[in-house]
């Protein structure tokens, strides 16, 4: 079993629309968990960190199930800007404090 | 908003020659860490930095790898000997803590192409 296993996609949705990722991860020790976005050939920027009790950061509404070992992201009103790669990461996989584990990432296109 | 800065952004080299990438990390942050993403692949961690020591590294780190702060700012990744499959992008990161829930920042990264 992969250790952070996504959808790659790609998701193709018009612009307002709602959509939802999904991740799962294999190690239950796992410590904390994030959404990272990635635009073609450039870095992974931070989305926002998840929680237990879910979270939101604007139109983003994040989601962990510790139980299920698996990590959901809601984009609602979706807008062209948008479009890039929602990488699902974990931190502590292995029982560091400090590696970073990422997924292959899922695709997204916002069309007009 | 402070972020981590790499040098140079493209790199090209012969194999065997000797390279290194270097990073800048935002001011105030005490772990630093090395990334890589071979093109089409996902990211894969290589290595992380506090208080002047590996604390951890992972099996593509290998003998030819190796980290340096060599001053209050920079830090630095050398390869001492590319092969071909050392193409790839290296994303250096920073954190202020432990990852925990404050997540790492990355640098734009430095495309290095070995040829």
């Known amino acids: 079993r992969k250790e952070v296993e996504q959808d790659p996609g790609p998701f193709n949705v018009p612009e307002g629309a709602t959509v939802a990722f999904n991740c799962t991860y294999s190690?239950?020790?796992?410590?904390?968990f994030f959404w990272y976005r990635q635009d073609c050939r450039k870095e992974p920027k931070l989305l926002m960190s998840?929680?237990?009790s879910g979270n939101e950061d604007g139109r983003f509404t994040a989601q962990l199930n510790r139980a299920s070992q698996y990590i959901s992201l809601l984009i609602r009103d979706s807008k062209l800007s948008d479009s890039a790669t929602y990488l699902c990461?974990?931190?502590?996989?292995?029982?560091?404090?400090?590696?970073?584990?990422f997924g292959t990432g899922t695709q997204l296109k916002v069309e007009l | 908003e402070p972020e981590v800065t790499q040098t140079p952004s493209h790199q090209v080299t012969q194999m065997g020659q000797e390279v290194i990438l270097r990073c800048v990390p935002i001011?105030?942050?005490?772990?630093f860490y090395w990334y890589r993403q071979i093109l089409g692949q996902k990211v894969e961690f290589l290595v992380s930095?506090?208080?002047?020591?590996?604390?951890?590294k992972s099996e593509i780190f290998d003998d030819q790898f190796s980290v340096e702060r060599p001053d209050g700012s920079n830090f630095t990744l050398k390869i001492r000997s590319t092969k071909l499959e050392d193409s790839a992008m290296y994303f250096c990161?920073?954190?202020?803590?432990?990852?925990?829930?404050?997540?790492?920042?990355f640098g734009p990264g430095t495309r290095l192409t070995v040829l």
């Open positions: 990161a920073s954190s202020a803590g432990t990852s925990g829930t404050q997540g790492q920042y």
């Open positions: 190690n239950s020790a796992s410590q904390s």
């Open positions: 998840v929680y237990s």
């Open positions: 990461v974990v931190n502590g996989i292995t029982g560091g404090g400090n590696k970073l584990t």
């Open positions: 001011s105030n942050h005490l772990y």
């Open positions: 930095f506090y208080n002047n020591e590996i604390s951890e």
